[in-house]
């Protein structure tokens, strides 16, 4: 037997569809602010430092995009970085001897406030998302706003429909409590166009600003200097545009 299809009143598009949207959006941009002015100024790394990880991001840059330079681009590279990172000419920090104990970032001020401010946003995250699903399970749970205009599997069903306990509606009407989740997923893009890079500056100055610890036993930036040469040294050189004339004659020759 067939169901007979659902009628939505058009009110609903403006007493549940519209705020839920809206509210989202307002709250987290709110949120967002928030986070800004509760985050401490990140902390600035000696130059030294910078220099330091820079360097060794040149050395594996190069390793990985070294076909497209010209074989006298790339030994002028090679010669240099090879040169300057063997004799640890830039290292941050004197290479220490095997007598020495290596720093815990456990007990590192600097690993521990970024530890806590990590916990920080994971728990505001955790909190904001748990008011406003409350908010809307509140106000607008049994809900019906839409229809989907493409078929969908059954698989969606669960997804689509949360909060409404009905076994023959269609599986592309969408609840209330579903478009609330669809809304938290989609909202990076209107994020991006009201706050800009805005919504990424913390993280990314975190990121630029602070070194990642170095774990006990593991390797010190000297050790990978030193690897870093090695493999420069050993590479064979090969040239993407080497012999492109009759590779693409090969290719297209016949036709």
């Known amino acids: 037997m067939a169901v007979p299809d659902l009628i939505i009143d058009p009110s609903l598009r403006y007493w549940v569809l519209l705020p839920i949207s809206l509210v989202m959006i307002l709250f987290g941009i709110l949120r967002q602010y ?82 806590m401010n990590m916990a920080k946003n994971s728990m505001g995250n955790f909190l904001s998302q748990t008011i406003m699903m409350g908010w809307t399970n509140f106000f607008f749970a049994g809900f019906v706003l839409m229809k989907l205009p493409f078929p969908l599997t059954l698989r969606f069903k669960q997804m689509l429909q949360s909060g409404v306990a009905t076994t023959d509606l269609d599986v592309r009407w969408v609840s ?39 774990m006990p036993g593991g390797p010190t930036p000297d050790k990978i200097m030193n690897q870093e040469a090695n493999d420069l040294k050993i590479i064979p050189y090969q040239y993407i545009l080497d012999d492109v004339d009759s590779r693409v004659l090969k290719i297209y020759g016949s036709k």
């Open 34 to 115: 928030i986070q800004i002015l509760l985050n401490p100024t990140p902390k600035l790394q000696p130059l030294s430092k910078i220099r330091e990880s820079e360097h060794i991001k040149k050395a594996q840059l190069l390793k990985t995009n070294y076909i497209n330079l010209p074989k006298r681009d790339f030994e002028s590279r090679q010669s240099y970085l090879s040169e300057k990172l063997s004799n640890g000419e830039y290292l941050a920090e004197e290479i220490k001897t095997d007598d020495d104990q290596p720093k815990n970032p456990l007990t590192d001020p600097g690993t521990s406030d970024a530890m």
């Open 176 to 214: 209330s409590i579903s478009w609330y989740f669809i809304v938290t997923l989609g909202l990076n893009s209107i994020y991006n166009v009201f706050l800009g890079d805005g919504s990424k500056m913390p993280n990314q100055m975190q990121q630029q600003t602070m070194a990642p610890p170095m």
